[in-house]
C-alpha cells in the first residue's frame, strides 16, 4: 500500500511531516503535467512538486508536497528489463519523495546522491516489508 510506503520513508527520514499526497496516474495525465510544467510532453515517470520546507520549526502544518507517479511507466521498464512492476513503482515513489526533501538529478554528483539516498530508503523499506506488492493474487487455470 503507497500510504504504508509512505509513513515508511517519512519515519526512516526523520521528516517533520502532516502531509505528502500521491497520485497515480496515466500515462496521457503525467504527460500533459511534464508539458504544462516542464515544457516537455514525453512520456515520464514521476513528478514532484515540494510545497512545505520540512526544517522550517515555524510551520505547525508540513504539507511536504505532491508526487505524481505513473505506473504505466513501471509496467513497460519492468517488462523490459525483466524486473517486478512493483517493486519499480515503489522506486518511483521513493524517488517522488526524495525530490520533496531537496534531493536533485539535475547533475552526474547530485544524481550519485540521489541514487544513493534511493538505495537506502529502498533497502529500509524492503527490510520492513514495505515495497509495494501485489495483494491480489490470481491463478489462471484453462478449462
Avoid at 520540512?54 to 505532491?66: Q, T
Avoid at 536533485?104 to 527490510?127: F, G, V, Y
Amino acid at each position: 500500500m503507497v500510504e504504508a510506503l509512505i509513513r515508511g520513508l517519512v519515519q526512516f527520514k526523520k521528516v517533520r511531516c502532516s502531509e505528502i499526497c500521491c497520485y497515480l496516474v496515466d500515462q496521457k495525465t503525467i504527460c500533459s503535467l511534464h508539458e504544462q510544467f516542464f515544457d516537455d510532453p514525453s512520456p515520464t515517470d514521476t513528478i514532484s512538486f515540494p510545497l512545505d520546507d520540512h526544517e522550517d520549526l515555524n510551520l505547525e502544518y508540513v504539507h511536504l508536497g505532491e508526487i505524481f507517479v505513473c505506473p504505466r511507466a513501471a509496467i513497460e521498464y519492468s517488462s523490459e528489463h525483466k524486473t517486478d512492476p512493483y517493486v519499480e513503482l515503489s522506486l518511483y515513489v521513493v524517488h517522488g519523495f526524495l525530490h520533496l526533501l531537496g534531493f536533485d538529478d539535475i547533475t552526474p554528483e547530485l544524481r550519485r546522491r540521489m541514487q544513493n539516498a534511493e538505495k537506502s530508503c529502498m533497502a529500509h523499506l524492503e527490510k520492513n516489508n514495505l515495497l509495494l506488492a501485489s495483494e491480489i493474487s490470481t491463478t489462471y487455470t484453462e478449462k
